[in-house]
């Protein structure tokens, strides 16, 4: 039914900007109730809640990455952006979009989750 697909680059150089897209199918980023954000987990600690964005356009994000995190969508092609600046090692992560019906969940596949993909910052 519903499906996230995360893309972008698997690798990002500190200081760099990390990005990457959730191209959604079999539902709309626009549908009222769902939150469509970004839950990451690095290499041995748990599911980290980054942010989402909801079907109006408003913005929700975690007070810790907030100063460096933004989001944007384009509804024609059914998709969310993820944008982290000014990335270190710390942000070497699997960073998962997914859509959710309660704001900040980190259960997976609770409710729609994509399969994530690994990004590992590096010199």
């Known amino acids: 039914q519903v499906r996230l697909q995360e893309s972008g680059p698997g690798l990002v150089k500190p200081s760099q900007t990390l990005s990457l897209t959730c191209t959604v199918s079999?539902?709309?980023?626009?549908?009222?109730?769902?939150?469509w954000g970004w839950i990451r987990q690095p290499p041995g600690k748990d599911l980290e809640w980054m942010g989402a964005?909801?079907?109006?356009?408003?913005?929700y994000y975690t007070p810790s990455l907030k100063s460096r995190t933004s989001f944007a969508r384009d509804t024609s092609k059914n998709q969310f952006t993820l944008q982290l600046t000014s990335v270190t090692p710390e942000d070497t992560a699997v960073y998962y979009c997914?859509?959710?019906?309660?704001?900040?969940?980190?259960?997976?596949?609770?409710?729609?989750w994509g399969q994530g993909t690994q990004v590992t910052v590096s010199s």
């Open positions: 079999g539902g709309s980023i626009t549908t009222n109730g769902f939150f």
């Open positions: 964005i909801d079907a109006f356009g408003n913005n």
């Open positions: 997914a859509g959710t019906r309660r704001l900040g969940s980190t259960v997976k596949g609770d409710d729609y």
